[in-house]
Each structure stands twice: as structure tokens, then as C-alpha cells.
Nanobody
Framework: QVQLVESGGGLVQAGGSVRLSCAAS????????MGWYRQAPGKQRELVAR??????DYADSAKGRFTISVDNAKMTVSLQMNGLRPEDTAVYYC?????????WGKGTLVTVSS
């Protein structure tokens, strides 16, 4: 069983920065990917950034502004978000995929004021 605990988030002004962190507990064997998703009010959950097999993927909206870092051995994943915009307001979820199963954190709210 894997448990994910997120930290960071909160209220920030447009143009500001926030760092999200996530620590996973459980076995580190066969982690397929670790990453971050977000869900804005009234919208579907979407990928923000993910590291899988040495490959890093970013949503177009995150490219050039967000940076993901993963430590598979420590089972931690962080997301540095710079140049935040009001449209980045969402609940951000940490995700870990292992043996094809997705595990999710409870989410942390990021609110960007204009």
C-alpha cells in the first residue's frame, strides 16, 4: 500500500511562486511514475507534470514555468511553480503509479489572486 502526503500550496499573488512537495510511504520497488495533476473548479483533473522512466512530461500550460523533481529512492516529488497565473488556481494532487495502479494524495489547494 502506498500513501502520499502533500505539503505546500496556499494563496499567492499572480506572478508569484509556490513549491509543492509530496512524500510517499511504502515500497519504492517498481514505481512507474510520479507526478502532479490538478483539478480546477468545474473542470476535469489534468496532468501538470510527470516523471516516468527517466522521461519528464509537462502540460503545455506548465512548460517554462513549472519544474518537477523526483527522488525515486526517497519517494518524493516536488513541483516548483513560478510565474503563477489566476488560471493556475486548482487543487493539486500528487500521483504515484506502481504496478499499473494509481495512488493519489488528498490534494492541496493553490489559489492565485489577480
Amino acid at each position: 500500500q502506498v500513501q502520499l502526503v502533500e505539503s505546500g500550496g496556499g494563496l499567492v499573488q499572480a506572478g508569484g511562486s509556490v513549491r509543492l512537495s509530496c512524500a510517499a510511504s511504502g515500497s519504492s520497488i517498481n514505481i512507474n511514475s510520479m507526478g502532479w495533476y490538478r483539478q480546477a473548479p468545474g473542470k476535469q483533473r489534468e496532468l501538470v507534470a510527470r516523471v516516468s522512466g527517466g522521461r519528464t512530461d509537462y502540460a503545455d500550460s506548465a512548460k517554462g514555468r513549472f519544474t518537477i523533481s523526483v527522488d525515486n529512492a526517497k519517494m518524493t516529488v516536488s513541483l516548483q511553480m513560478n510565474g503563477l497565473r489566476p488560471e493556475d488556481t486548482a487543487v493539486y494532487y500528487c500521483n504515484l503509479q506502481r504496478y499499473g495502479v494509481d495512488y493519489w494524495g488528498k490534494g492541496t489547494l493553490v489559489t492565485v489572486s489577480s
